[in-house]
T-cell receptor, first 113, second 115 residues
Framework: EAEVAQSPRYKITEKSQAVAFWCDPI?????LYWYRQILGQGPELLVQ????????DSQLPKDRFSAERLKGVDSTLKIQPAELGDSAMYLC???????????FGSGTRLTVV | KQEVTQIPAALSVPEGENLVLNCSFT??????LQWFRQDPGKGLTSLLL?????REQTSGRLNASLDKSSGRSTLYIAASQPGDSATYLC??????????????FGIGTKLQVIP
């Protein structure tokens, strides 16, 4: 069964350092989402891509977060500089088209110390 | 702005019981509603997807219903097992004011099935 791949699985970084996460969606899925999930809460959308274009980044803290999907396939989410409050699970998801099911990756657990 | 609420926040039941998890959403103009399961420290696993034109979907011991007019969905789990213990989240796909689609999640219901 096709999966959304994410790496790394876990990341510990010091405050003020840069950190990057990678996501490879299911082949052919045009829509890609990055979510942040703080412990005990539901996932919150950070950025949504349609192919290589950003269609929603209204909740992305743009002073420190950036995301790209240059060729419309895999994507990278970067945080620079990391803050203690960024500690969370970062989830990537993809879907084939509007109205279709979303498939999530296993996530990256970030701890900022 | 779409808001999704899940009640209860936590639920503990003895093994074998049938149970219902509730999800409500404020904007009834949704494309679909999806139920997910999340084990501690893990990603989300899709359980059931209900399109806006559908009333329910079934998979094994799981049955999800959708009532758009009242802004509600329920997930019914029959004959619960300890392996069902997890957090269950619902997510509504609707159109954002900018014209694109947006998925809004509830906080989830943490289920514990006691052997």
């Amino acid at each position: 069964e096709a999966e959304v791949a994410q790496s790394p699985r876990y990341k510990i970084t010091e405050k003020s350092q840069a950190v990057a996460f990678w996501c490879d969606p299911i082949s052919g899925h045009a829509t890609l989402y990055w979510y942040r999930q703080i412990l005990g809460q539901g996932p919150e959308l950070l950025v949504q891509f349609q192919d290589e274009s950003v269609v929603d980044d209204s909740q992305l803290p743009k002073d420190r977060f950036s995301a790209e999907r240059l060729k419309g396939v895999d994507s990278t989410l970067k945080i620079q500089p990391a803050e203690l409050g960024d500690s969370a699970m970062y989830l990537c998801a993809s879907s084939l088209s509007r109205g279709s099911s979303y498939t999530f990756g296993s996530g990256t657990r970030l701890t900022v110390v | 702005k779409q808001e999704v609420t899940q009640i209860p926040a936590a639920l503990s039941v003895p093994e074998g019981e049938n149970l219902v998890l509730n999800c409500s959403f404020t904007d009834s103009a949704i494309y679909n509603l999806q139920w997910f399961r999340q084990d501690p420290g893990k990603g989300l696993t899709s359980l059931l997807l209900i399109q806006s034109s559908q009333r329910e979907q079934t998979s094994g011991r799981l049955n999800a219903s959708l009532d758009k007019s009242s802004g509600r969905s329920t997930l019914y789990i029959a004959a619960s097992q300890p392996g069902d213990s997890a957090t269950y989240l619902c997510a509504a796909l609707s159109t954002h004011s900018g014209g694109y689609q947006k998925v809004t999640f509830g906080i989830g219901t943490k289920l514990q099935v006691i052997p």
